[in-house]
């Protein structure tokens, strides 16, 4: 049995919902949202050819920018499942709207210009299907543009997780955490 078939009788995903919601808040972000869905849209295909569903729910602010044209875009793609376009009161507010209307078992907020890495969805998912977690995190590298290379700002190395170390405000980058949904 190949790592693909395996993925699919772990997963028993027949008459199953999302596995995974990726949930982006948007407002005025035409410049960054683009490089953000081509990502949805690669990780999206490795988990549809490894029979997982993978939903993306996208949130927006009722931005005045080309934003919404480019995201109806990718609806038309079938990268997008879900999509709101309206004034709210900021990106928590767009965030509880995305987590009421997703269906996934795991939730995953990425911001406009934040990218998946496509080496890392397998890892991802096959941690997702066999340790079933309530919350799965890893590193995160920022990064920025300058004159068309990619400079790294700053780097976030996972470790062990300690719950010592949430008295002391640290916690794990939203742009690598997926964490389950409850009720």
């Known amino acids: 049995m190949n790592k693909f078939e395996s993925f699919q009788k772990i997963a028993q995903i027949e008459n199953r919902?999302?596995?995974?919601?990726v949930i982006i808040p948007t407002f005025n972000v035409e410049q960054q949202v683009t490089e953000t869905l081509k990502s949805v849209m690669k990780a999206k295909q490795f988990f549809h050819n490894n029979g997982v569903y993978l939903e993306c729910v996208v949130i927006d602010g009722n931005s005045s920018d080309n934003t919404r044209r480019i995201i109806e875009y990718f609806a038309g793609l079938n990268v997008v499942d879900k999509f709101i376009s309206e004034p709210d009161n900021g990106i928590y507010d767009a965030l509880n709207k995305g987590l009421k209307i997703s269906?996934?078992?795991y939730?995953?907020?990425?911001?406009?210009?934040?990218?998946?890495?496509?080496?890392?969805?397998e890892l991802i998912l096959r941690n997702l299907i066999e340790y079933k977690p309530d919350?799965?995190?890893?590193n995160q590298v920022m990064?920025?543009?300058?004159r068309g290379r990619l400079?790294?700002?700053?780097?976030?190395?996972s470790g062990k997780f300690l719950k010592a170390r949430l008295k002391f405000g640290w916690h794990p980058p939203h742009?690598?955490?997926?964490?389950?949904?409850?009720?």
Not at 175 to 183: M, P, V
């Open 107 to 121: 939730v995953l907020v990425l911001g406009a210009g934040d990218v998946l890495i496509t080496e890392k969805i």
């Open 103 to 105: 269906n996934g078992e």
């Open 175 to 183: 742009g690598s955490t997926f964490i389950k949904k409850h009720g």
């Open 135 to 138: 919350i799965l995190y890893g």
């Open 143 to 146: 990064v920025k543009r300058k």
């Open 17 to 21: 919902g999302p596995l995974v919601s």
């Open 151 to 157: 400079i790294v700002k700053r780097l976030f190395i």
